[in-house]
């Protein structure tokens, strides 16, 4: 019968004691490591459904953006409403806190899932691929920006992040966006004729975000464009230069005054982290503020910022993954006295906090049985047989360290060995 395939674009993961896809135990490992950096910084999560109203990202991602023009998932559902699988976690937070009445309070959260993008699989970029994000709300900006930071210094230094450099600039606030904005309509209006659909558009809907542009065209005449960095005040690039000094001695920070991000909603402080390790699609992270998404989106005035991680990119720059924990694989050698033999497993488990026990469950020789545990990289070997269950031993073979011997020790003995080890 003719084989079903993934569709484009869609990856599984599969650990490696059954895949042999390796990046997938790096991306479980990573998401870990990132679920504990955020717990560490006292952020609660938040999950919301895969599914939305496609009227949420219309209004927020915004209609200039690449993800709402070309990139929706969107469908029409059984009572022909249109609905889209998330293509980024901002929004249906602020759609959660709205509806839930709680916009008028300050929130940290995380959240982690997949998320859809209609986009051209290639290197590093794929249709469906998972984000974790965190999201500061009710936060004006100043320390809300530093936590983010040092969050996102956690997360390199932890992970062992290869060549990363932290790209941050500021949009500039309401006063001097809007001054600016003016002045680059004011530029481009005469020049109209030169720019394609996409650019003008945006010129009507975003101006900002035509520094986004990637037609050559535009970045031609944009380099005798009015620049953002003119017109920022001194406490955006206070902001920028005091974000650099603190973190400089942790992470490679560039203030770079060409960054704005692929979404319409950010306002102020925007960043990047990019490795020259992952290719063309070198981001691994990014985010912003964005002040006014909440009241956008029919909610209170709430100051906002936050970022998203691509776990994907994310997993594959980091250096070494530490498997943490330590693998006892426990062999029963007759079939007569499994069920007895098994309670010692039940047992070992209830005790040890780290340890992971895998009992072999198929049928097969001793041989079999320990060549299945090496494969799996167990560091320890417990067999028992019918005479260890006679004499309330176990044996326990050491396998990381082939000269290291064998050993036989009592139910007892084996309880304090595993707490030793644990
Ligand atoms: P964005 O929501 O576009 O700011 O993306 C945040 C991060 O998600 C990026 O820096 C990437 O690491 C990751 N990302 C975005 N789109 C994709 C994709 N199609 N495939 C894999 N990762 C992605």
């Known amino acids: 019968m003719k084989k079903v395939h993934s569709l484009t674009g869609m990856i599984d993961l599969i650990g490696s004691k059954v895949g042999k896809n390796n990046i997938a135990d790096k991306i479980f490992y990573t998401e870990t490591i990132l679920k504990n950096i955020f717990e560490s910084y006292s952020i609660s999560e938040i999950r919301t459904p895969s599914l939305e109203d496609t009227n949420l990202f219309k209004r927020s991602v915004g209609d200039t953006s690449d993800i709402v023009n070309k990139e929706l998932y969107s469908f029409l559902d059984k009572n022909d409403k249109s609905i889209t699988l998330r293509p980024e976690g901002t929004a249906s937070v602020i759609r959660s806190i709205i509806e839930k009445k709680i916009d008028n309070e300050s929130h940290k959260l995380w959240y982690l899932g997949p998320m859809w993008r209609y986009e051209r699989p290639q290197k590093g970029r794929y249709r469906q691929f998972n984000q974790a994000g965190v999201e500061m709300l009710g936060y004006s900006e100043g320390l809300a920006e530093l936590e983010i930071v040092s969050m996102i210094c956690s997360i390199i230094r932890k992970l062992k992040i290869e060549d990363p450099i932290l790209k941050i600039n500021h949009l500039g606030d309401r006063d001097s966006k809007q001054k600016f904005c003016i002045a680059l309509v004011d530029f481009l209006k005469p020049l109209a004729t030169k720019l394609d659909e996409r650019d003008l558009k945006r010129l009507d ?9 990637k037609n050559p065209k535009t970045l031609e005449i ?13 406490k955006s690039l206070g902001t920028l230069e005091l974000i650099k000094s603190t973190f400089s ?12 991000r692929g979404l319409d909603y950010y306002t102020g402080f ?48 980091a250096k070494s993954i530490e498997i ?38 198929s049928d097969g020789s001793l041989k079999s049985k320990l060549r299945r545990a090496n494969k799996d990289n167990a560091a320890y070997a417990l067999i028992i047989g019918e005479e260890e269950l006679e004499s309330e031993t176990v044996i326990i073979k050491p396998l990381l360290d ?12 084996i309880e304090s060995f595993i707490k030793e080890i644990d």
């Not at 001695?249 to 704005?260: A, G, K, M, Q, T």
């Not at 691994?284 to 970022?307: N, Q, S, T, V, W």
């Not at 082939?402 to 003995?413: A, D, R």
């Open 205 to 213: 809907a975003n101006p900002l975000r035509i520094l986004d542009s």
């Open 222 to 234: 944009l380099k005798e464009a009015p620049k953002i960095k003119d017109y920022l005040s001194n």
């Open 249 to 260: 001695n942790e992470c490679n920070i560039e203030i770079d005054h060409n960054l704005v």
């Open 270 to 317: 925007v960043f990047e982290a990019v490795s020259s390790n992952l290719g063309a699609q070198d981001a691994f992270l990014g985010g912003g503020r964005y002040d006014d998404l909440c009241h956008e989106l029919g909610g209170k005035e709430l100051p906002a910022i936050g970022m998203a991680i691509g776990i994907e990119r994310l997993a594959s720059l």
């Open 324 to 361: 943490p924990k330590t693998l006892v694989s426990l062999i029963i050698i007759s079939s007569k006295i499994e069920p007895k033999a098994y309670k010692i497993a039940h047992k070992l488990r209830s005790i040890s906090k780290s340890i992971n026990i895998d009992v072999q469950l």
């Open 402 to 413: 082939k000269n290291s011997e064998q050993t036989v020790m009592s139910f007892n003995e």
